[in-house]
């Protein structure tokens, strides 16, 4: 069989692959991360325009997202990898501090109870500790107190499958366990009579009690009480919020390492990372922000053997920095992290999943091309207080934003990705553009050239000219599609994340995509965007037809492309 007929062969797959979307990218970053924003015009106009948006939004009360609570304490900081200067700081100290016990006026070293935020922390401290290796081990392996206590063959309905559950399904919320062991009786009024509810004996509570100031429990009493609370759904059906989840992970974690949590969290994250303001136990007073008073804010309640799942204090300051040293893996191996940063099961929404433990939201339509970006988050709510921590990897960026008062940040976190992410998509391209787009040409005597450019309507790189050997590329490539033309609109080059030194210079893999966007006739769930089918889908010998590398600076300081099928190097102009 010829190579033409193969390769139409191989082609007709990828036509194959429906596309519903306007746009159909490789997933993920279509251009390189942008960098140095501040230095970007589209990027400090965006960020004066969202300062500006905020403060509008405390005075009146409003904003395009709702009702904006003026009174509560606010602080909010936007980062980004490659400068430890924040991106964007806001502080708004609201009328809930005037006669408050700690801080009146709030900046970045001002601290907040973070709540669930402690259940990312607790997760960071597993994979600095001991890697993501564990995460497969049955718990029962992990904590002793567990072998011997499955009593689901008996009744799965009434007890937990002990022995079916692992480490990673309590780190990503889907082992099936009841989300609180403890009774939350200092957290949430008692109800009982309100709705109707039989009165209960004191037999009939759970063992262990949070109650208005500390927690009851120590490991020997929780686990006395292990078998209390009825299953939720068999382990790894569905994602159900669990706080117990993050009970036995804060046990395994002291149990393999044979430390106490508290001398992790300082060993392993609050030391290496320099944070001055994150702390297991309550700090002074005069340093937090504690809106009314300390009870009523729930500042001092100490949660003892339940910090794990929500009992750590942080500043605005300490979260940004560990949202960076995530972004950079600075306490992780870089796989590690890239394995940290992906879903691991649904939710019935088609814009949120669920991580370990992130709480991830995917930002759709976001610039022109309509790609999807991913936000990986984890938020904390304890008493008044309301923290989000969220890092952007497609971006390199990240968000806090903390609440203390009646208040709500979801306004703040919706407004800083409707203003920003559309901004920073497109300094990416610009950025981009500056380096990337040109003439390529050949100097070896043969008439080989690329055309390369950006389009503020599309993503990644787009080729309008491509001559190799004398033949017309394009025109030879479109005679493989039934009449359909390859052009600058449907063939992209995306950026991989493969990159290493050569010489004094980077060489960077790119691959490319055939993006042939809509199909009208094309409805319903098989309309995905199936350009993940494409990718490094015909070779010429060894090298990808649809690989193009390219080498920045060098010796001489040049841009060179080499499209590896070809076996040739074209010099930018």
Known sequence: MSRSISLAALLSLLMAVPSAATSCPIYGPVFPTPTK???????????????????????????????????????IQIF??????????????????????????????????????????????????????LWNDPVTKHIPELRNRDRSQENPVEYVNWD?????????HVAGLPRDLIDLLGLYANTDETFGLPPLSPADYPSCVLTATNYTCDRNKFFESINERQPTFLPNTKPAYSNTAFMLLGYALETITGQPYKEILKDSLIDPLGLTGTSYSKPEDDEGVVPINASVSDWARDFGDAAPIGGLYASTNDLARIGRSILNSTLLDKNITRAWLQPTSFTSSLFGVVGRPWEIFRAADIGPSKRLVDIYTKGGDIGMYHTNLAVIPDYNIGFVTAVAGQGSH???DNLIVDVLFPVVEEA??????????????ARNGLNSSLAISTDPQLPGLGVSSWISNGT????????????????????????????????NGTEEAWRMGLDFGSDSEVVGPFSACGSWFSVDLLAVGKRAVDEFLFTLGGDEDETTVSPSGFDIILYKE
Do not use: C, M, W
Request: charged share 20%; glycine share 8%.
């Open 37 to 75: 924003l501040t230095e970007s015009i589209v990027a400090k106009s965006a960020l004066q325009n969202l300062s500006e948006s905020i403060s509008a939004s405390f005075e009146h009360g409003k904003s395009a997202y709702g009702p904006v609570d003026s009174t509560a304490a606010y602080a």
């Open 80 to 133: 980004s990898l490659d400068t430890e200067d924040p991106l964007l700081e806001y502080y708004h100290d609201g009328t809930t501090l005037s006669n408050a016990t700690g801080v009146r006026k709030i900046d970045g070293d001002s601290i907040f109870r973070i709540g669930s935020i402690s259940k990312l922390l607790t997760i960071y401290l597993f994979l600095a500790k001991l890697g993501d290796s």
């Open 164 to 172: 079916g559950i692992t480490l990673g399904a309590l780190a990503g």
């Open 410 to 412: 979801v306004f703040l």
């Open 428 to 441: 990416a391209r610009e950025q981009a553009d500056a380096r990337y787009a040109g003439t390529y040409k």
């Open 472 to 503: 017309d590329f394009l025109s030879a490539f479109s005679s493989l599609f039934a009449g359909t033309p390859i052009t600058l609109s449907n063939l992209r080059i995306y950026p991989t994340n493969l990159r290493r030194q050569a010489g």
